[in-house]
């Protein structure tokens, strides 16, 4: 029994590691959509074995597809996802657009599957930000054995994560420092190589950015809203893979001995913490992986029942693409949905 499957925005990172996975994960397909902008139609990409053509958002008929996954930008989503939704295409968004709305579940499934449920309110399903998604999967554990009340978060992310011209931009501006041509910051606010920018998104009044205030609200939305969280956002010279610094309160004592056993038997989640040179894990490494990668765990002295970790993951899977084919794998799994087309 297959799904007919859609993928918008299939030229983008995101959508192009879409249907990497979705092909890795031998998703039930009946039939696979590649869909992007107009100036995009014809562009090929891959699916497993096979070449797409891209077709075109602005003419596709719905009516007849399962799940739309959608990776196009917010501003696409929002005039976009319930017009599909209507036609009873079931749309898993990884834009911002949806997540604060409170009739959209915003799905982690290690963390929340139960609330996928609410998706039959507008027939779409958020996917959160990419950060915040391995933050929660490391979270959750914790919380369930030892309730959390506070959350401070640096993280380090990377250019992926604003997309191909990001990834551009610090090939380009690394290649003209080594042959000491001038270095010009276009697509950044300053030069991302050799560099760090503690900037994401735009700034808000309270001198947060954008990006620091979804960290806070998703992680509430998902996990508890009693957690407080404080977060700092930072982008650095690193092509794939978010690292986050990671400070946690809880309510309740918890050991950094039994912090470890919990998360090594946790989903989503593989912890690489050797107390030695090297015993942790990089972007680097976690690049092309789906774990979320716990090391450094480790009690923080200066609070009652504190901990500190180290989490890293591939931002543009468990961030992005892996985890909104999870959000259908779990639609499927928990016969949410069925297909339009039954198989002849």
Same mark, same amino acid.
């Given at each position: 029994?297959?799904?007919?499957?859609?993928?918008?925005?299939?030229?983008?990172?995101?959508?192009?590691?879409?249907?990497?996975?979705? =092909?890795?994960?031998?998703?039930?397909?009946?039939?696979?959509? =590649?869909?992007?902008?107009?100036? !995009?139609?014809?562009?090929?990409?891959?699916?497993?074995?096979?070449?797409?053509?891209? $077709?075109?958002?602005?003419?596709?008929?719905?009516?007849?597809?399962?799940?739309?996954?959608?990776?196009?930008?917010?501003?696409?989503?929002?005039?976009?996802?319930?017009?599909?939704?209507?036609?009873?295409?079931?749309?898993?968004?990884?834009?911002?657009?949806?997540?604060?709305?409170?009739?959209?579940?915003?799905?982690?499934?290690?963390?929340?599957?139960?609330?996928?449920?609410?998706?039959?309110?507008?027939?779409?399903?958020?996917? &959160?930000?990419?950060?915040?998604?391995?933050?929660?999967?490391?979270?959750?554990?914790?919380?369930? $054995?030892?309730?959390?009340?506070?959350?401070?978060?640096?993280?380090?992310?990377?250019?992926?994560?604003?997309?191909?011209?990001?990834?551009?931009?610090?090939?380009?501006?690394?290649?003209?420092?080594?042959?000491?041509?001038?270095?010009?910051?276009?697509?950044?606010?300053?030069?991302?190589?050799?560099?760090?920018? &503690?900037?994401?998104?735009?700034?808000?009044?309270?001198?947060?950015? $954008?990006?620091?205030?979804?960290?806070?609200?998703?992680?509430?939305?998902?996990?508890?809203?009693?957690?407080?969280? !404080?977060?700092?956002?930072?982008?650095?010279?690193?092509?794939?893979?978010? !690292?986050?610094?990671?400070?946690?309160?809880?309510?309740?004592?918890?050991?950094?001995?039994?912090?470890?056993?919990?998360?090594?038997?946790?989903?989503?989640?593989?912890?690489?913490?050797?107390?030695?040179?090297?015993?942790?894990?990089? &972007?680097?490494?976690?690049?092309?992986?789906?774990?979320?990668?716990?090391?450094?765990?480790?009690?923080? &002295?200066?609070?009652?029942?504190?901990?500190?970790?180290?989490?890293?993951?591939?931002?543009?899977?468990?961030?992005?693409?892996?985890?909104?084919?999870?959000?259908?794998?779990?639609?499927?799994?928990?016969?949410?949905? !069925?297909?339009?087309?039954?198989?002849?």
């Amino acid at each position: 029994m297959g799904f007919k499957v859609a993928v918008v925005g299939a030229t983008g990172n995101v959508g192009r590691e879409m249907l990497d996975i979705l =092909a890795e994960r031998q998703f039930p397909i009946a039939e696979i959509i =590649a869909l992007a902008s107009s100036r !995009s139609l014809g562009t090929e990409v891959s699916f497993g074995d096979k070449t797409l053509k891209c $077709k075109a958002l602005d003419n596709y008929d719905f009516s007849g597809t399962d799940i739309c996954l959608m990776s196009a930008g917010g501003a696409v989503s929002k005039e976009w996802s319930p017009k599909i939704a209507r036609q009873g295409c079931v749309v898993i968004d990884n834009s911002s657009a949806w997540r604060y709305d409170q009739d959209v579940p915003l799905i982690v499934p290690e963390v929340n599957a139960d609330a996928i449920a609410g998706f039959a309110k507008k027939n779409i399903i958020a996917n &959160p930000n990419c950060s915040t998604a391995q933050l929660v999967v490391a979270l959750k554990p914790l919380h369930d $054995k030892a309730k959390i009340t506070r959350v401070v978060v640096s993280t380090y992310q990377s250019v992926s994560g604003a997309g191909k011209e990001a990834m551009d931009a610090l090939f380009a501006e690394t290649r003209a420092i080594f042959v000491s041509d001038a270095v010009e910051s276009k697509k950044f606010p300053k030069r991302i190589a050799f560099n760090v920018i &503690p900037e994401i998104d735009v700034f808000m009044e309270d001198g947060y950015t $954008k990006e620091e205030w979804k960290m806070m609200a998703e992680t509430k939305k998902i996990l508890d809203p009693k957690i407080k969280l !404080s977060a700092t956002c930072v982008r650095v010279p690193v092509f794939i893979g978010h !690292s986050e610094a990671v400070n946690i309160e809880f309510e309740n004592p918890i050991s950094a001995d039994e912090a470890r056993d919990i998360l090594r038997e946790a989903p989503g989640c593989l912890v690489i913490d050797k107390r030695e040179p090297g015993g942790y894990i990089t &972007p680097h490494e976690a690049a092309g992986e789906d774990a979320t990668y716990i090391s450094r765990i480790r009690e923080d &002295p200066t609070v009652d029942n504190g901990l500190v970790l180290w989490v890293v993951a591939d931002n543009l899977r468990k961030g992005a693409a892996l985890n909104a084919v999870q959000i259908a794998e779990v639609l499927i799994n928990r016969k949410l949905i !069925s297909p339009k087309q039954k198989a002849a």
